[in-house]
């Protein structure tokens, strides 16, 4: 089979439609950025689920006219209008009905309490490597260290920490310690690598008695960094 390596790459393109699709493109990329000045947001992190569904719904509107010939870009400032007042007619009733907005938005979900994360039937809440790194991030040794953590309904987690005389033993979360994992642990404290439960002795390990993992790692107690 023979490809036409023109057909794919090029077809009927010639420079006076080359031209007419930058012309387009800028055009439709500048409408994006205005509706997100006018959207009143300052970065991509401040969106939740809702507006992250709106600038889809931009993305397509702003697609087609950006290099098709046939597609007019006055129907995709239409397009562009039209959810900007329906956006902000949104937003108006999340501003006035609370409970409008925990059906739009959601509601915020605790993740992390007193040292230990959050389970519901057994199943994690988060991705463990991402939500790791965000912590790491936060200068966060391990899970002890952490008093509460609460997923904001924008993706941005809220940290707040026990003070240095509180910090508990927890959950290594460095990449060299955690991956020390096994289901024997070692001697003294031990942390699951599932819930960031800590036993206290060698016969305490087996099965976690708060979510049956079977996997543990050596807990640490050291302070955070700040």
């Known amino acids: 089979m023979e490809f036409n390596w023109k057909d794919i790459f090029i077809s009927d393109l010639h420079w006076g439609l080359a031209g007419e699709i930058i012309i387009r493109t800028l ?3 500048v409408m994006i950025l205005l509706f997100l000045r006018m959207s009143g947001k300052k970065g991509v992190r401040q969106l939740s689920l809702f507006e992250v569904a709106i600038i889809i719904g931009l993305g397509s509107a702003a697609g087609d006219p950006m ?5 007019a870009i006055l129907p995709a400032i ?4 039209s959810i900007l007042l329906f956006y902000r007619f949104i937003t108006w009733l999340s501003s006035k009905y609370e409970w409008f907005e925990k059906v739009l938005e959601g509601e915020p979900v605790y993740v992390i309490i007193e040292g230990e994360f959050v389970i519901d039937n057994d199943e994690p809440l ?3 490597d991402e939500f790791f790194a965000e912590m790491r991030q ?3 040794e391990h899970v002890g260290q952490v008093k509460t953590a609460i997923l904001e309904t924008n993706g941005q987690v809220s940290f707040f920490y026990y003070a240095d005389e509180e910090v508990k033993d927890g959950l290594p979360i460095l990449p060299k310690i955690y991956h020390k994992k096994s289901k024997t642990g070692t001697s ?3 942390a699951c690598t599932f819930c960031a439960h800590v036993v206290d002795s060698d016969t305490d390990k087996g099965k976690c008695p708060r979510c049956h993992n079977e996997e543990w790692v050596a ?4 302070t955070r960094l700040t």
């Open 27 to 29: 055009i439709m990329f």
């Open 67 to 71: 290099f098709n010939h046939d597609t």
């Open 78 to 81: 239409i397009v562009f209008i």
């Open 126 to 128: 988060f991705a463990k």
């Open 138 to 140: 936060k200068s966060i």
């Open 188 to 190: 003294g404290k031990n």
């Open 219 to 222: 807990a640490i107690c050291t």
